[in-house]
């Protein structure tokens, strides 16, 4: 038997045996690698903040994301290589888990053989699947990925939200939510069925833990009602119902979308929240989303005698669409400066211009908001961005 097929039959065996399934992740890996024939391999996540790559082992360090070849390959979301400081070559690769970026996979091998790529490939597929599948009940793997405290507000609402990028072959959708360890009540949602992408932005009244629970029961109401069938307006007016008869003295604005992959026609309603924001070959459309608002979700509607509206627009191939809440236009410059939408919009353009794909793009968006600010933000920010980008006939 070549090595080739004995390193085969060595993954096969592991793939097939139970007993593997409650690894946990360094034995994982160390399992998987020596069944590629891999020398050396090492996870390192992303932390929440996207600034650090965290490896799961001691006998590593941090790395930046920018700033570093390992950071290279999680900003482009591909392969580099250099030469090893002990001799041979370190492999970076991407973990990606459908259009998730989890962070990056070192491979320490004498040379970079096809056949040593190929298994390099293969190993940090098969490992971005157990990381997204582990995180939800193993801490550890949580716990690397933060650098501060979060406090309880923060860790109740994160708990519902979805990942930070989903996608397609027809669209890509990603989001950022600062301060990361401190939100109250922003939230975002998003997902996918196969005719359309599903996107909100939720920005409750107040910063505490009730703001987190009607942001909770808003996104539950939003998500019951989509899985049920519900079209937009029914939808709408579900969450409107759920905040009215559980919580009945809180509030909250959101804009809530829906796009088609096919025809590109998107459709929204917004709900006392700043509008929606189009980008068009790096260059922002100023107020082509920009409608009438309705009243806010939840109670006020009850107050108002106008039903609910949905607006519609097609979209182009390559459009970008953002959905904010005001703690980014309302965030402080460090010359004590209203940031304000003008300059939220320039900063927009700027981190499009570059050609980044969008979850790239919008972490240096948020980034550079953050790094305008004299200490934390006052107040929630939350951004969305989705592109529309239908295959090519």
């Known amino acids: 038997m070549s090595t080739s097929e004995a390193s085969d039959a060595l993954l096969l065996r592991f793939l097939a045996d139970p007993a593997h399934l409650t690894l946990d992740l360094a034995a994982a890996v160390a399992h998987c690698a020596k069944a590629l024939d891999l020398p050396h391999a090492v996870v390192y996540l992303v932390d929440l903040q996207q600034r650090h790559l965290i490896p799961q082992t001691d006998a590593a360090s941090a790395l930046p994301v ?9 900003r482009s979301q591909s392969l580099r290589v ?14 990606l888990d459908g259009a998730e970026r ?10 970079l ?12 597929s098969l490992l971005a699947i157990m990381i997204s599948s582990k995180r939800a009940f193993e801490d550890s793997l949580v716990r690397h990925t933060r650098t501060e405290q979060m406090r309880l507000p923060s860790e109740m609402l994160r708990a519902f939200l979805p990942p930070r990028t989903i996608g397609n072959a027809h669209v890509v959708s990603t989001a950022v939510l600062e301060p990361a360890y401190e939100i109250g009540g922003d939230a975002f949602d998003h997902s996918l069925t196969r005719t359309t992408l599903h996107v909100a932005v939720i920005d409750s009244m107040g910063h505490d833990l009730a703001s987190g629970l009607t942001s909770a029961v808003a996104l539950a109401a ?11 307006p029914e939808l709408v007016e579900s969450v409107d119902d759920a905040l009215a008869r559980w919580l009945p003295d809180r509030y909250c ?25 189009l980008i068009r070959g790096e260059q922002l459309l100023v107020d082509a989303l920009a409608r009438e608002a309705d009243p806010p979700m939840g109670v006020p509607v009850r107050l108002s005698p106008e039903p609910r509206r949905t607006h519609e627009t097609r979209l182009e191939p390559g459009d970008r669409v953002l959905l904010y809440t005001d703690g980014v236009t309302e965030a402080h410059t460090r010359e004590e ?12 353009i700027r ?11 919008l972490r240096r968006l948020i980034h550079s908001i953050l790094d305008s600010q004299t200490g934390r933000l006052r107040d929630d920010a939350t951004i969305l961005m989705f592109e529309w980008r239908p295959p090519i006939r």
């Open 102 to 111: 989890l962070g990056v996979l070192a491979v320490h091998a004498s040379a």
């Open 253 to 277: 604005t959101a804009v809530i979308a829906q796009l088609e992959f096919e025809t590109g026609l998107l459709r929204w309603s917004n709900c006392g929240h700043p509008a929606p924001l």
């Open 222 to 232: 939003c998500r019951n009602a989509r899985r049920n069938g519900a079209d937009l």
């Open 66 to 74: 920018d700033g570093s070849l390992a950071g290279w390959a999680y």
């Open 351 to 361: 981190a499009t211009a570059g050609g980044e794909l969008a979850p790239e793009a």
């Open 82 to 95: 250099e030469e090893s400081g002990t001799g041979g070559v370190t492999a970076w690769l991407p973990l």
């Open 113 to 124: 053989t096809g056949a040593t790529l190929t298994r390099s490939r293969a190993l940090a």
């Open 337 to 348: 400066k209203l940031f304000g939408l003008e300059r939220f919009a320039d900063y927009v």
